[in-house]
């Protein structure tokens, strides 16, 4: 029933083939307590690449942003909301890619956008049903990069909410990379499973967020230090569930902690990468 649901919706899908965008991007990383435009909806039309990353989906097309100059650079993989990947993923990809990152959002939607509630979160279901073929296309992801980019080798993944969860997954099972950035999104409890992840993981969380809540983030502190597992995770208070690739829903509560939260992530992303 499920599918069935899925094929009749008004689900957007985007036609991806042959359509690309301005080219790459201008090296112009934040300075002092800045953060990207992207965040705080004042970013431009999205300046990167679609590509069909994932041979064995070609419904699935991921962005591409590329950084201008010789490099080699390291890499981001970006892991879209609950939604899709919409422009306010493309346009922080164009962020990462600002700083000296090539940028990689993935596409775990096959191209479908979902328009409320209800579709997100059928399409969360579906996906989740399929936790072999999440990994797959992330591990074409990683692949891609290092087989089609001038890149370093080295990469890391930045999730939000959903792709925040899918995130921490990929950090337990998927192919080889160097770092996972996890915005407020499912977490373990359990030190066995975090074991399997060997590199440092950041976390930044909302203390008004329920899902997950300030225990829940916790327990997953907890047991990444019994499982010898080095991290940088951040509760940040006032501020609610989506508040840092969302400042402008509110901006008093959430640009402090956004700027805090970014100003880590990059100095995360240089130690990792």
């Not at 036609?15 to 990383?29: E, N, Q, W």
């Not at 907890?222 to 940088?232: K, P």
Request: hydrophobic letters at 40%; aromatic letters at 10%; a negative charge.
């Amino acid at each position: 029933m499920l599918r069935t649901f899925l094929n009749l919706s008004l689900l957007k899908v985007f036609l991806l083939t042959g359509v690309t965008f301005a080219g790459d991007i201008a090296f112009k990383p934040t300075t002092g307590d800045a953060i990207p435009d992207a965040i705080i909806n004042k970013a431009g039309d999205p300046q990167g690449t679609l590509v069909h990353y994932f041979e064995t989906d070609q419904r699935a097309a991921g962005y591409l942003a590329m950084p201008a100059g010789e490099g080699p650079f390291p890499a981001v993989i970006l892991i879209h909301e609950w939604n899709g990947l919409v422009d306010r993923i493309r346009q922080t990809a164009d962020a990462f890619a600002a700083e000296g990152y090539i940028a990689l959002a993935a596409d775990l939607y096959q191209g479908r956008i979902g328009n409320n509630r209800d579709e997100n979160i059928a399409l969360i279901q579906e996906t989740r049903a399929s936790p072999d073929t999440v990994i797959n296309n992330l591990n074409a992801a990683v692949n891609y990069i290092r087989d089609n980019t001038n890149s370093t080798g080295k990469i890391a993944t930045i999730g939000w909410c959903f792709g925040g969860g899918i995130a921490l997954s990929y950090a337990l099972g998927g192919e080889q990379h160097d770092g996972t950035a996890i915005f407020y999104g499912q977490l373990l409890d359990d030190p066995e499973q975090m074991r399997h992840i060997h590199h440092e993981v950041y976390g930044t969380f909302a203390a008004l967020d329920q899902g997950p809540s300030i225990e829940q983030v916790d327990a997953f502190v907890a047991a990444m230090r019994t499982a010898g597992v080095s991290n940088d995770v951040h509760i940040y208070d006032d501020v609610n569930h989506g508040f840092w690739l969302h400042v402008e829903r509110d901006q008093q509560h959430n640009l402090p902690a956004a700027k805090d939260a970014w100003q880590r992530l990059k100095a995360y992303l240089k130690r990792v990468l």
